[in-house]
């Protein structure tokens, strides 16, 4: 069973930064995409960051909201993606999810190329 949970959320303050990891069991870890996407109240989900698998050599991809800012990576060791988050703004409050999907040559940023999905990770930040 494939399980992908997030953790690092939290209640911060403007201008402060933030790791969410989101922990994966139950695939080939070396061999998907992973996205980070964000939900805020009464809005769509919107894509965040993406890594490719291992072998496409790491592509990364960024929404140009937090380019400069944010910053995903990989630990394939540990089947974790990592989702560093620098400069917070209070619209970066949201529900933070990451996603999996399995291996393309450019890791997508449309939520439905995405079959796998972490619970959430609330992350609040204030003026």
């Known amino acids: 069973q494939v399980q992908l949970v997030e953790s690092g959320g939290g209640l911060v303050q403007a201008g402060v930064s933030l790791r969410l990891s989101c922990t994966t069991s139950?695939?080939?870890?070396?061999?998907?995409?992973m996205g980070w996407f964000r939900q805020a109240p009464g809005k769509d989900r919107e894509f965040v960051a993406a890594?490719?698998?291992?072998?496409?050599?790491?592509?990364?991809r960024y929404a140009d909201s937090v380019k400069g800012r944010f910053a995903i990576s990989r630990d394939n060791a540990k089947n974790t993606v990592y989702l560093q988050m620098n400069s917070l703004k209070p619209e970066d409050t949201a529900v933070y999810y990451c996603a999996a999907k399995i291996a393309g040559e450019i890791p997508p940023t449309a939520a439905h190329e995405y079959r796998n999905w972490g619970q959430g990770t609330q992350v609040t930040v204030s003026a």
């Open positions: 890594i490719g698998w291992s072998g496409s050599g790491g592509t990364t």
């Open positions: 139950g695939l080939f870890f070396n061999a998907y995409s």
